[in-house]
């Protein structure tokens, strides 16, 4: 069974279009996360959210919004969209200082 | 910055050889994470340590924390191709603080 899913796996948008990614964990953990990796592979932590709150928000224009209709999901998403946004984006989740475990990630191209 | 630092960015050894990454950050932490990303995939956790672990092993991984010197190493002893991967630490600082490193990518050449 799948711990932490997103969908889409690759998502192919016009600039200026909004989109959104989705995330499902079944882990019963309380946190979950959105990193953006760019194309050196540096992964940076855009969101965090823990019994529905948002703790971390971490410069992430505001073009970028994070949805959590329940503890199970945090959902990405993403307005007006530009060239810079293209990356790939991992969902994540964990319990407070306990493992994190990943998503298999979104490569999102905006063209 | 608030991320932490692997080194080597890469490294590439034979089939068998051990394989150590370093990974150095800033700040107190709570515990540090290793994870493993293949090429166009997802991260795979790979082990935790906390702050007052100095030395852990799981299977041919030995990970190493120094918190004096706020640096902590990965070693993967006799390696296998299937090893090729990124490498990434990751710190957890508390309150749901969670940085990488830049990650060390590994090729072991069978």
């Known amino acids: 069974d799948t711990a932490v899913s997103q969908t889409p796996k690759y998502l192919v948008t016009q600039m200026g279009n909004d989109k959104s990614i989705k995330c499902e964990q079944n882990?019963?953990?309380?946190?979950m996360y959105w990193y953006k990796q760019d194309s050196k592979k540096f992964l940076k932590i855009m969101f965090s959210?823990?019994?529905?709150?948002?703790?971390i928000n971490e410069t992430v224009p505001n073009r970028f919004s994070p949805k959590s209709p329940d503890k199970a999901h945090l959902n990405l998403h993403i307005n007006s969209l530009e060239l810079g946004d293209s990356a790939v984006y991992f969902c994540?989740?964990?319990?407070?200082?306990?493992?994190?475990?990943f998503g298999q990630g979104t490569r999102l191209t905006v063209v | 910055s608030q991320q932490g630092e692997e080194d080597p960015q890469a490294l590439s050894i034979q089939e068998g050889e051990n394989a150590t990454m370093n990974c150095s950050y800033k700040?107190?932490?709570?515990?540090l994470q290793w994870y493993r990303q293949n090429s166009g995939r997802g991260l795979v956790h790979l082990i935790l340590?906390?702050?007052?672990?100095r030395e852990k092993h799981s299977g041919r991984l030995r990970v190493t924390l120094d918190t004096s010197k706020k640096s902590s190493s990965l070693l993967i002893t006799a390696s296998r191709a299937a090893d090729t991967a990124s490498y990434f630490c990751?710190?957890?600082?508390?309150?749901?603080?969670?940085?990488f490193g830049t990650g060390t990518s590994l090729t072991v050449i069978p």
């Open positions: 994540a989740s964990s319990r407070r200082s306990g493992t994190t475990f």
């Open positions: 882990l019963g953990h309380d946190t």
């Open positions: 959210y823990n019994n529905k709150e948002l703790i």
């Open positions: 700040t107190s932490i709570n515990n």
């Open positions: 340590i906390r702050s007052n672990e």
């Open positions: 990751a710190t957890d600082r508390g309150g749901n603080q969670f940085y």
